[in-house]
């Protein structure tokens, strides 16, 4: 069977790392490129972890492309305010794994985007885990680009559930209005993953233990990556169950090759970009109260038994 393509927009990130192992990894996935953008850490970091995350585990054939360095119409939005914080937390500036002597690529992510597209002769979906920001800039400049891409799987948002602020998950928050451009811009397929299905997807020490076990250069770093997470969310964000930790973006990737790993429901959603309390709230009508018809496919649950052995059986090759 063909392989499913994909190109893969993060800001790595501990999680990112994760989602990148697993795009590379998985034997039914091939991963086109990566594209990176501001936000867990600055965007010249999360080029170079993500070069760094490639390399490690053997797949220095995938180009990286670098993209914007700031949100589209918020300038300091969110540097100052936590993007320090947030990457000392929960990821670190520079993932724990060697430096990478691989350059990225000469193209910026957002020329690569369209370029790509325009010249496509096989399906590609787009994985957009961090904000939105590259994505709307390519639809900005190319607007056909709906039409060309056959889903988009979004790590992003949350309805009952907020982590940077009471009512906003980060990738929204963090460029609320890429985000309101991409939720309306009339893509064939949506498919979101917010934080309702990602903290139900919880990963515990023993399955870092278990992946550690593996004794190979994904499942020793997922270990990593993962541990570090647990650290800070039981510091900082506890879960339902202590010394566990959501890894967000992985579960965008596990749906690729395992649907049933999420639970969706066809909704319409939209973004606040002016509320006070609530900018970069995902405002999912999950009632049929409003007048938008449904245009995502919103996951609000996850298989946590399935997404973990799915890690562990792709880490161990
Ligand atoms: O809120 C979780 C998301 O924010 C993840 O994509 C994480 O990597 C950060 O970007
Ligand atoms: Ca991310």
């Known amino acids: 069977m063909a392989k499913r393509k994909l190109i893969l927009d993060v800001d790595t990130g501990t999680d990112d790392a994760v989602a990148v192992m697993l795009a590379a990894l998985h034997p039914a996935l091939d991963l086109v490129a990566c594209t990176t953008v501001n936000g867990n850490v600055e965007v010249a970091h999360g080029t170079d972890n993500t070069l760094r995350v490639l390399d490690h585990i053997g797949r220095r054939d995938v180009p990286v492309y670098e993209g914007l ?9 969110p540097v100052p305010r936590t993007v320090d914080d947030r990457a000392g937390k929960f990821h670190g500036k520079t993932l724990p794994l060697p430096p990478t002597a691989r350059a990225k690529a000469a193209q910026g992510a957002v020329e690569f985007l369209i370029e790509t597209y325009r010249q496509a002769t096989d399906e590609i979906t787009l994985v957009p885990v961090a904000p939105l920001t590259n994505i709307a800039a390519a639809l900005t400049l190319d607007p056909k680009l709906t039409e060309r891409v056959p889903e988009v799987v979004i790590m992003g948002g949350g309805h009952a559930i907020g982590n ?8 929204i928050w963090a460029d609320p209005e890429a ?7 009339g893509f064939r397929k949506i498919t979101l993953v917010p934080l309702d299905a990602t903290h139900r997807a919880l990963v515990s020490r023993a399955d870092c233990d278990r992946l550690r076990g593996l004794g190979t ?11 570090h997470r647990i650290v800070a969310h039981d510091a900082a964000q506890q879960m339902a169950t202590p010394g566990t930790t959501p890894v967000h973006d992985a579960v965008c990737v596990a749906y690729l090759v395992e649907p049933p790993v999420i639970a969706t429901r066809k909704l319409h959603v939209a973004v606040e970009t002016a509320g006070a309390l609530t900018v970069g709230r995902t405002v999912i009508d999950t009632q049929f109260r409003g007048s938008g018809l ?5 996951a609000f649950d996850s298989d946590p038994a399935r997404f973990v052995d799915l890690l562990v059986r792709t880490f161990a090759a």
């Open 294 to 298: 449904p245009q995502c496919d919103v």
């Open 69 to 77: 360095a700031r949100p589209l119409v918020r300038p300091d939005f």
């Open 217 to 227: 250069p994904a499942g020793e770093a997922a270990a990593e990556c993962i541990g």
């Open 179 to 185: 985000a309101a451009i991409v939720f309306g811009a």
């Open 164 to 171: 940077v602020t009471p009512s906003a998950e980060f990738n």
